[in-house]
C-alpha cells in the first residue's frame, strides 16, 4: 500500500468513526434528555425526539404488517403494542436499532460521491433496516400470542442484529458495485 492510499483510508476511517459516534451517541444523548429521569429536557423532548419517533413508526408499521396477516393489534401506549384481546411486546430504546442506522448512514456519508446518490442510499438502507425491524417486532409479537414454544425468542435481539448486518454488507457490496461502475 503506497502512502497516497493509507492517507486516503486514514481520512475515509476518521471520517466513519467520527460520523457513527456522532449519530450514535448523539441520539443516547437525545434518549438521555427525553426520558423524565435524570437530565430532563423539555425542548429536546418536544422537538428534538427522533428516537420517539422511530419508534412510533416502528409501532405503527408492525401493526401494519400483522394486520396483513389478518390479526388485530393496537397500540398500548408509546412503547407497546398489543393484540386485541392478547398478550403485547414493548419497544425500549434499545430495539429501534439506532446503532444500525448510524453505522449504516456513516458508511455513506464517510464515501466520496454526489449527495443525491448519498441521500438515495441512506433512505433506501434505513428504509430496509427499519422493514426488517418491523418484521422482527411483528414475529415476536405473534409468536407471544401463538405461545410458539421457540427459544430464538429469547435472543431474537442478536438474531435482528445478525440479520441486519448481513443486509448492509450486501448494500455496502452494492454501493461499492455502484461506485465502480459509475467512474
Not at 84 to 104: A, E, I, R
Not at 142 to 168: A, E, G, M, P
Request: charged fraction near 15%.
Amino acid at each position: 500500500m503506497d502512502l497516497k492510499s493509507l492517507y486516503r483510508s486514514s481520512i475515509y476511517f476518521i471520517k466513519f468513526i467520527g460520523i457513527f459516534c456522532m449519530l450514535y451517541f448523539g441520539t443516547k444523548g437525545v434518549i438521555g434528555l427525553t426520558v423524565p429521569d435524570g437530565y430532563y429536557s423539555a425542548f429536546v423532548t418536544n422537538y428534538l425526539d427522533y428516537p420517539g419517533l422511530l419508534r412510533s413508526s416502528l409501532l405503527k408499521g408492525t401493526r401494519l404488517f400483522v394486520w396483513v396477516f389478518g390479526y388485530e393489534a393496537y397500540l398500548k401506549d408509546v412503547y407497546r403494542i398489543y393484540f386485541v384481546n392478547g398478550k403485547g411486546v414493548k419497544l425500549v430504546y434499545g430495539c429501534l436499532g439506532y446503532g444500525l442506522f448510524s453505522f449504516w448512514i456513516a458508511f455513506i456519508l464517510a464515501n466520496n460521491g454526489r449527495i443525491l446518490k448519498k441521500v438515495i442510499w441512506i433512505l433506501s438502507g434505513c428504509f430496509f433496516i427499519w422493514f426488517i425491524n418491523v418484521i422482527r417486532i411483528s414475529l415476536v409479537l405473534i409468536s407471544n400470542n401463538r405461545n410458539w414454544d421457540i427459544k430464538i425468542t429469547l435472543q431474537q435481539h442478536t438474531i435482528f442484529n445478525i440479520t441486519v448486518y448481513l443486509f448492509i454488507f450486501l448494500m455496502i457490496w452494492l454501493f461499492q458495485r455502484s461506485e465502480n461502475s459509475s467512474v
